[in-house]
């Protein structure tokens, strides 16, 4: 389940999942879009005036976090993605782009207090919001090679974004995991605090301490930025969507998720 809190301005998004890592399944990616709309709404976002001086808009800045202190998220649902074809992959992917594009929209930052594991879709959901900071346990990485799919809730295509190709290359075609002190060297995040309760304070803390600055310059430079850095991310994610689709007509990717699933190792045939 999703849970959500209002403090002080503050907007704090807890996937909250813990039995599975807080692994996205098919309903908690539902309930992020029903949240992330309504915090749309409620900043009128889409509407004439929503750039038009009402700077009275309760929320300043919002925090995506995961529950406990081992996982942020561990990635999309294995066993859920386990039964799809590609079909439904590719529709699944529309789905998770859609949201990260809200998130992009919204005219306040939102911070990842990323606090344990990122991996696959986990670590392209921190890479959607604005900012990323990491508790010292926390863990990235993008496995989808080892499961028999690619990246394809944005990470071929932000990764690069992030940390440049030639590291967004290795992590992808490897599936090479990544701690926080690590992730900071190569600019993947922002910050690093010492615990999961620490880095939630701190990207609460930075909301509030924003509040001081103007919301609508703010608001701006979230849309420039967003501008410039997604001129072709579009087209980009169309791509990287229909790569992701393609990889579930293939019994590497039975067989990938099957042994995740059933504790073993993957017996890859390349078909
Ligand atoms: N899905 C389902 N269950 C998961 C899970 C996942 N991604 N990750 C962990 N779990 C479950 C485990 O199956 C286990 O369940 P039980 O056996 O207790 O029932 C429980 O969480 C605890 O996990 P472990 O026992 O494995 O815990 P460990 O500490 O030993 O290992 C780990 C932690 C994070 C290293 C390990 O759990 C792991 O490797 N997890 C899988 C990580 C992974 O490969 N993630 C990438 C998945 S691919 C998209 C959206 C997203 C994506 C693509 C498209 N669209 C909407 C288009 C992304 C794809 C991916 O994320």
New binding site residues.
């Given amino acids: 389940m999703i849970k959500t809190e209002l403090t002080d301005g503050v907007y704090t998004i807890t996937v909250s999942r813990p039995?599975?890592?807080n692994?996205?399944s098919p309903d908690i990616?539902e309930q992020l879009r029903e949240v992330i709309l309504a915090i749309q709404e409620r900043l009128g976002v889409g509407t004439p005036d929503s750039d038009a001086g009402d700077t009275d808009w309760g929320i300043r800045g919002v925090v995506i976090t995961g529950e406990g202190d081992k996982?942020f998220v561990?990635?999309?649902?294995?066993?859920a993605?386990q039964q799809m074809d590609s079909a439904t992959a590719a529709e699944?992917?529309e789905?998770?782009d859609e949201l990260t594009e809200w998130i992009a929209e919204l005219p306040v930052p939102v911070f990842a207090a990323v606090n344990g594991?990122a991996?696959?879709?986990?670590l392209?959901l921190a890479m959607a919001c604005d900012v990323i900071y990491a508790s010292e346990n926390a863990i990235f990485g993008q496995?989808?090679v080892?499961?028999g799919?690619i990246?394809?809730?944005g990470g071929c295509v932000r990764l690069q974004r992030f940390i440049g190709a030639a590291g967004a290359r290795e992590l992808i075609l490897t599936g090479k995991k990544i701690n926080a002190q690590e992730a900071l060297r190569r600019g993947l995040v922002a910050a690093v605090y010492e615990s999961p309760e620490a880095v939630r304070q701190a990207a609460t803390d930075a909301v509030k301490a924003l509040s001081a600055n103007s919301p609508l310059a703010i608001a701006k430079a979230k849309e420039v930025i967003a501008k410039v850095s997604l001129l072709e991310t579009h087209e980009a994610l169309a791509a990287e969507r229909a790569g992701?689709a393609d990889c579930f007509d293939t019994e590497d990717q039975k067989e990938g998720m099957a042994a995740?699933l059933a504790k073993r190792k993957a017996n890859f045939t390349g078909k």
Avoid: C, N
């Avoid at 561990?74 to 066993?79: L, N, R, S, V």
């Avoid at 991996?119 to 986990?122: A, K, R, V």
């Fill in positions: 039995e599975a890592l692994a996205l990616i996982s561990a990635g999309a649902d294995i066993g993605m699944y992917a789905l998770a594991y991996l696959g879709g986990g392209e496995p989808e080892a499961l799919v990246p394809g809730f992701f995740f």
